[in-house]
């Protein structure tokens, strides 16, 4: 068994990996609910390369995600920091400390109360070992789905899973305001004062050692405050504690951060900040995938999602239903060497699977994320040809119109339908892509195509995204069923899925603009940004090294960067 441990750093990441959990609680339920499409019980998908089997000190058995989940101190909302299995913590009452005879004053927060969705499942929770029969239900699934449209303010908010009690880590201390919190400097220095990289390292350690071989770390970071700080130092612990496991960073800007600077001081710390985090993520791991569109809502996503851009709620949905897609093939159960399974194909490991993006043909570590939610029927009166062209992008600064005979790229399909509604096959799928690439204008260097029967469950705490002609099944209709604008999970079940990351220079903007910034900002003579550097911990030798990196990260994709380079 190869396993894979997950990291989510910072609130963004956390409400991405919030949706990505639900998804794979939702496959399980389905798996073993004996009323289910059998697709969902014959799935070929390993679960146990996410999750880890346990118990509580009581002998109840447990599945939890093999997870570090880093945010700030509060942002757990009603969850304690112990998970909602393990509720005996130790007292820490200072009425209770025997050597103190002076005064005590005490100073309580009142707890965050539990929404309705959360109060439905405790309430599920209690009925789960005396009800054998479904009884008359407390909550409306109407008035839950509503809840959460409108009431969302913690990723644990609509949050279905169990987590282990060495999962969820609050920073605490920071005497800062979140807003404040902005910048990797003020990250990096969280992470290396006091006892918070050692705890957060022990955590990772705990699952890292229970593992039997693990494959690789996937790592969901905010990119744009302060914990990018705390993760590139976390993952410079790891490059030098598991300098042999694979990293695969998906670097996701949240809604809020898109906003114009204020003032040119503003500007100048933005800039210097996506350089030098950039800089150091690159050093860190062997694949980056920036994600976080200025606003999706503009995309081509507008023709099946309804999405309200500034709403983390929404947009982490879209992004995290990518992430569970991309990543599909590390939890495909290959049938063997001689045998065709007819319920997926394409399966890869971990270090394949980055190697394959960052290593065949030139060297780039920068991928871009393209996704169809829901993907478009097969067959029809949608071409094969455009099959592809429906993907949209969900990485920010890239050239659209680059055409790059050296991509390569990694596709994955997985519920494909027919125009009709039925579910297309293995061989169909494959045969279709394969029409698909033959016909379009520009064919990638090199294509690996991964597909599933399986479909995207939407469980109940899914966002109401769904424009008016999509089915219950996901399948895009030419007419409208209703005269809402928007369908929640109550009316979209499953969802077929196409997402595709592509190695390509079509990412060149991104990262010259990090190299440009960076020199003209940090590295030239006189330069306006080299005291915030020094305040960051940074000298002028180690930004130049930085400078370096970026310059051999251009020149991969580009012979001439110096042309380009210098952008704003």
Known sequence: MKEIVTIQVGGFANFIGSHFWNFQDDLLGLAEDSQADPVYRNQSLNMDVLYRAGETQQGASTYTPRLVSIDFQGSLGSLSSRGSLYNSAPSSDPLHISTWSGNVSRQVSEPHKKNLFLQSLYEEELEKPTSSVDGPHKFKDEDLVECLQSGVQFWTDFSKVHFHLQSLYEVSGLYVDPEDFNNYGIGKSVFSGGLHGEEITERLRFFVEECDCIQGIQFIVD???????????????????????????????????????????????RSLHDAISFSKFSSYCNLIVPIGSPSISKSKATTTLNINDENLFHCSGVYAAALHSTTLPLRMEPPGPAVES????????????????????????VATLDVAMPAPPLTGNLDQHSFLERLYSLTPELNEDAEDSQAVESMTVHGALHAGGNRASILEVKDSISSAYKSATTRPLFSHLSAALCPLPIPLPFPSMFRNHVSQSGLLLDKPISRSQSRSSLDVHSIPMAARLRSSNAVLPYIEKRLGNLRKLGIQRGSPGTGLLRSWGLEKEEVEDMGEVLSKMVQALNPRPEESSDSD
């Open 223 to 269: 990119d744009s405050g302060g914990f990018t700080g705390v993760a590139s130092d976390f993952l410079e612990n790891i490059a030098d504690e598991y300098s042999n496991t694979p990293v695969l960073l998906y670097s996701a800007r949240s809604p809020g951060s898109c906003t114009r600077p204020i003032n040119r001081n503003d500007s100048i710390l």
């Open 342 to 365: 007819q319920y997926v194909t394409g399966a890869l490991d971990f270090n394949r699977f980055v190697t394959m993006l960052a290593c065949q043909g030139r060297q780039n570590i």
